[in-house]
T-cell receptor, first 107, second 113 residues
Framework: KNEVEQSPQNLTAQEGEFITINCSYS?????LHWLQQHPGGGIVSLFM???GKKKHGRLIATINIQEKHSSLHITASHPRDSAVYIC?????????FGTGTSLTVIP | EAGVVQSPRYKIIEKKQPVAFWCNPI?????LYWYRQNLGQGPELLIR????????DSQLPKDRFSAERLKGVDSTLKIQPAELGDSAVYLC???????????FGPGTRLTVL
């Protein structure tokens, strides 16, 4: 079983701040997914990556395969970024989900 | 294009009653997942289908839970009888193939009284 751990569990930031959420996993994987879940809302896939870095708007995801670590960065954070961010590892036909990082961005 | 559709969105039942959830995945998606999500936790896989075949149901409590995906399209997840600990959000997701980007439905919030 792949243990997926996220940090921090909770994060409060001022609007405009640069935010980093970390994810580490215990065994080799084929891909790492970053998901976003708004309160009372469904889950949206943000990124799927297996190496390097991906960027979409103000969101950047990176992965270091050797260190078994991925980060999600949000530049110029905005209150609408407030949500739970979940990382999920995929390998051996199995998905393993972290417990999520709850982000609150204050105006 | 329509996303993953789930119904009902909310369900409140008394313990020992049966309940069923329905999911319509995105057209063309071969893989369908049912997850359970408890408050403050990440999703927990219950069952994964490749077309109409259940290829991973190791986490499905088979004494009370059952699922089907007839014709490899829509899927139904059933609990009978429901217990208090089954209160959670039940999420359906689909993807073209396993490991690809998953698209999630809005979920069904189940409350067992």
């Amino acid at each position: 079983k792949n243990e997926v751990e996220q940090s921090p569990q909770n994060l409060t930031a001022q609007e405009g701040e640069f935010i980093t959420i970390n994810c580490s996993y215990s065994v080799g994987i084929s891909a790492l997914h970053w998901l976003q879940q708004h309160p009372g809302g469904g889950i949206v896939s943000l990124f799927m990556l297996s190496s390097g870095k991906k960027k979409h708007g103000r969101l950047i995801a990176t992965i270091n395969i050797q260190e078994k670590h991925s980060s999600l960065h949000i530049t110029a954070s905005h209150p609408r970024d407030s949500a739970v961010y979940i990382c999920a590892s995929y390998g051996g036909n199995q998905f393993y989900f972290g417990t999520g990082t709850s982000l609150t961005v204050i105006p | 294009e329509a996303g993953v559709v789930q119904s009902p969105r909310y369900k409140i039942i008394e313990k020992k009653q049966p309940v069923a959830f329905w999911c319509n995945p995105i057209s063309g998606h071969n893989t369908l997942y049912w997850y359970r999500q408890n408050l403050g936790q990440g999703p927990e896989l219950l069952i994964r289908y490749e077309n109409e075949e259940a290829v991973d149901d190791s986490q499905l409590p088979k004494d009370r839970f059952s699922a089907e995906r007839l014709k490899g399209v829509d899927s139904t997840l059933k609990i009978q009888p429901a217990e208090l600990g089954d209160s959670a959000v039940y999420l359906c997701a689909s993807s073209f193939f396993v490991g690809n980007e998953q698209f999630f439905g809005p979920g069904t919030r189940l409350t067992v009284l």
